[in-house]
């Protein structure tokens, strides 16, 4: 992927850091299976990179977007994260895994007193 190929954008009003907080990725794993999000620095700065088997990628850092594919991940990553605060921006402790022969699955359940 090359800048000659991606759709170029603002990241919006969404902190970066946030993304990194490990109850949002439960909850982000959980809305958006198969796209894989990692962060980290470059150059000094903080950036998200995420992407999907399909073909679809975004790199984020304070500055820009950069899109790629027929998905606009980080359209859907912002959308995921407004439900996330929404829900009370849970954290990680709040999410329950089942595991089956059939493989595993990270879930949320329904707010309770006192959580």
């Known amino acids: ?9 603002a990241p ?10 490990l109850g949002f990725a439960l909850y982000a ?3 958006l299976p198969g796209v894989v ?17 399909e073909g679809s990628a975004a790199t984020v850092n304070a500055r820009e977007t ?3 594919g027929p998905r606009d991940l980080w359209q859907e990553v912002t959308a995921v994260y407004d439900d996330f605060v929404a ?24 707010a309770s007193p006192g959580r």
């Open 87 to 110: 829900a009370g921006s849970p954290g990680a402790d709040a999410f329950e895994l089942t595991v089956t022969s059939e493989g595993q699955q990270v879930w949320l359940p329904p």
């Open 37 to 53: 999000m990692a962060d980290g620095t470059q150059d000094g700065a903080y950036q998200m990179w995420l992407h999907d088997r």
């Open 1 to 9: 992927m090359d800048s000659g190929t991606g759709r170029r954008g």
């Open 66 to 68: 950069w899109r790629y």
């Open 29 to 31: 794993g959980a809305r």
């Open 12 to 21: 919006g009003s969404l902190p970066l850091d946030a993304l990194a907080d």
